[in-house]
């Protein structure tokens, strides 16, 4: 990486946290012969963090990136659900189901402004498919920019079983 003495500090900062996230190895949720032919993901993601001894939000754009990493098959996403810390459905993504053709992703975008999920928000992502397949991959970008502060980090969705009450 190279700065150059005009760049601001907050994107130097930026620049060294992503290319740290970049360089860090993040272990993989599935095995490679684990396929499925379906789940529920469970994904973390925070509107906000909190900073300093007087616990300052600063707030998030959050990016949920679905990326199908079967070679052959396509799978189908059923929904995409975003619940704030209660628990709440705050938005439906999609209002039909949708096909991911073999290695494609698609990305869904709660913006910075909306703080409407809280520092405990997370997202539900359903996906089916005719034969059992590689699972998706399935992260939650957490991005700042704001002032001279550069954050981000990236969490990973995880299988969960959800049962009928």
């Keep these: 990486m190279t700065f150059s003495k005009s760049m601001p500090q907050g994107m130097i900062a930026v620049t060294l946290v992503l290319g740290l996230l970049w360089m860090a190895p993040l ?3 599935w095995a490679g012969d684990q396929l499925s032919q379906g789940q529920t993901l469970y994904v973390p993601v925070y509107s906000h963090i ?13 990016t949920v990136s679905i990326r199908n990493t079967d070679p052959a098959a396509s799978i189908r996403l059923t929904s995409v659900d975003y619940y704030d810390s ?25 913006k910075e402004s909306d703080k409407s999920g809280g520092s405990g928000a997370n997202f539900l992502v359903r996906w089916q498919s005719q034969a059992p397949v590689n699972p998706p991959l399935t992260e939650g970008i957490m991005i700042s920019t704001a002032s001279q502060l550069g954050i981000s980090f990236v969490t990973r969705g995880v299988p969960i079983v959800v049962t009928k009450p």
Excluded at 50 to 62: F, H, M, N, T, W
Excluded at 87 to 107: C, H, W
Aim: proline share 10%; net charge positive; aromatic share 8%.
């Design 86 to 110: 209660g628990g709440k459905q705050i938005r439906r993504f999609l209002e039909k189901p949708i096909t991911l053709a073999p290695m494609a992703s698609t990305r869904y975008v709660v």
């Design 27 to 29: 272990a993989p949720v």
């Design 50 to 62: 909190y900073s300093g001894d007087r616990e300052q939000p600063i707030d998030l754009a959050v």
